[in-house]
């Protein structure tokens, strides 16, 4: 599985971006997907996540209310919608496909056995 995230970049606080991720090899549509960040300084935290179906979500408390996860299975590819971005949210951001798991989800970074090359958001005050 091959995965290529983008769609970031530079935002003013309150602004928005759109995050997609790509895959190629096998269908999206048999595999949670999950966008985690690594903030300058701190450890790899996750975002969200999606089930196969997309009928079961995950959002880290510091992100809920403000971004939506979704997916298209027709077109392989995953995304992150972000209002109302915060100069906290800045970080590169990170696809993951778990293709180990059907119909649950995990947060656990160690969960997830492919990971994409990362997309830097920053966010200006």
């Known amino acids: 599985v091959q995965l290529q995230a983008s769609g970031g970049g530079l935002v003013q606080a309150g602004g928005s971006l759109r995050l997609s991720c790509a895959a190629s090899g096998r269908t999206s549509g048999n595999y949670v997907m999950g966008w985690f960040r690594r903030a300058p300084g701190k450890e790899r935290e996750i975002v969200a996540a999606i089930s196969v179906n997309g009928g079961i979500t995950y959002y880290a408390d510091s992100v809920k209310g403000r971004f939506t996860i979704s997916r298209d299975n027709a077109k392989n590819t995953v995304y992150l919608q972000m209002n109302n971005l915060k100069p906290e949210d800045t970080a590169v951001y990170y696809c993951?496909?778990?293709?180990?798991?059907?119909?649950?989800?995990?947060?656990?970074?160690?969960?997830?056995?492919?990971w994409g090359q990362g997309t830097l958001v920053t966010v200006s005050s």
């Open positions: 993951a496909a778990d293709t180990t798991r059907l119909y649950t989800i995990t947060y656990y970074s160690t969960g997830y056995n492919y």
